[in-house]
T-cell receptor, first 115, second 114 residues
Framework: KQEVTQIPAALSVPEGENLVLNCSFT??????LQWFRQDPGKGLTSLLL?????REQTSGRLNASLDKSSGRSTLYIAASQPGDSATYLC??????????????FGRGTQLTVWP | DAMVIQNPRYQVTQFGKPVTLSCSQT?????MYWYQQKSSQAPKLLFH???????NEADTPDNFQSRRPNTSFCFLDIRSPGLGDAAMYLC?????????????FGNGTRLTVT
């Protein structure tokens, strides 16, 4: 069964810092990996989607990389701002057997950026 | 331009009183999912529909049921809510069950059980 782990669980930084959030997964048989943002009490907003054949995706100040063979992804946030404060979740989509089509989530990294 | 809409945003029910959460989509996607997310935990898949084909996760309690009367709507029924069922319930859609298509989530319904 696929297991997704995110570290750190929480991160508190001053505004302007560059950040790296980590995600690891146990089964490399995935279609893709998706990073989400979740504000308190709200649903999930998709940030970036990396297909299994891709190495990275960028959107504005966000850059996500994928190393499928080692089961790792990182989300890089450049020049962090207080508005970036949220929980960031990564999820992988299973490719085979009982994992087929299912999205498996980590618990998230709770980010606080203070002015 | 909300594409996955969940109603209500907040739902309060009494212990043991049946409750229904609803989800609608304007994306015409084939697949609809229901996830349960408890505080500080990862979202957990309860079940999903591929078109009208219902797929229940092995560890989803019998207390949880779902209906999909048409492509656009999907409902989550909790027959006898317990205090442990208090959570955020997230609906998501996807064009296909496999392949590289992303999941699109609604804003969720936060369920409180008193």
């Amino acid at each position: 069964k696929q297991e997704v782990t995110q570290i750190p669980a929480a991160l508190s930084v001053p505004e302007g810092e560059n950040l790296v959030l980590n995600c690891s997964f146990t089964d490399s048989a995935i279609y893709n990996l998706q990073w989400f943002r979740q504000d308190p009490g709200k649903g999930l907003t998709s940030l970036l989607l990396i297909q299994s054949s891709q190495r990275e995706q960028t959107s504005g100040r966000l850059n996500a990389s994928l190393d499928k063979s080692s089961g790792r992804s990182t989300l890089y946030i450049a020049a962090s701002q207080p508005g970036d404060s949220a929980t960031y979740l990564c999820a992988v989509r299973g490719y085979r057997g009982s994992t087929l089509g299912r999205l498996y989530f980590g618990r998230g990294t709770q980010l606080t950026v203070w002015p | 331009d909300a594409m996955v809409i969940q109603n209500p945003r907040y739902q309060v029910t009494q212990f043991g009183k049946p409750v229904t959460l609803s989800c609608s989509q304007t994306l015409n996607h084939n697949v609809m999912y229901w996830y349960q997310q408890k505080s500080s935990q990862a979202p957990k898949l309860l079940f999903h529909y591929y078109d009208k084909d219902f797929n229940n996760e092995a560890d989803t309690p019998d207390n949880f049921q779902s209906r999909r009367p048409n492509t656009s709507f999907c409902f989550l029924d909790i027959r006898s809510p317990g205090l442990g069922d208090a959570a955020m319930y997230l609906c998501a859609t996807s064009r296909e069950a496999g392949g590289g298509s992303p999941l699109h989530f609604g804003n969720g319904t936060r369920l409180t059980v008193t």
